[in-house]
């Protein structure tokens, strides 16, 4: 997301964003999976989750 949007919520503590390796990779834009901490991934999300770490694998 980008970081005008969500400034308010980084500085207050109610959104965080971690740090990533993705800079090592050639990809154009950096992939972030973000979900509500206290809800747990659905199938959907674990699926998107797994594919993201599999790509990162490949390089």
Do not use: C
Not at 13 to 39: I, N, R
Request: glycine residues 6%; hydrophobic residues 45%.
């Amino acid at each position: 997301m980008p970081e005008h949007i969500v400034v308010d919520a980084l500085k207050e503590g109610s959104l965080v964003s971690p740090t990533l390796d993705f800079d090592k990779h050639s990809w154009p834009v950096a992939v972030e999976l973000v979900w509500h901490k206290e809800k747990p991934l659905g199938k959907a999300g674990t699926w998107l989750q797994k594919a993201i770490i599999a790509l990162d694998r490949q390089t």
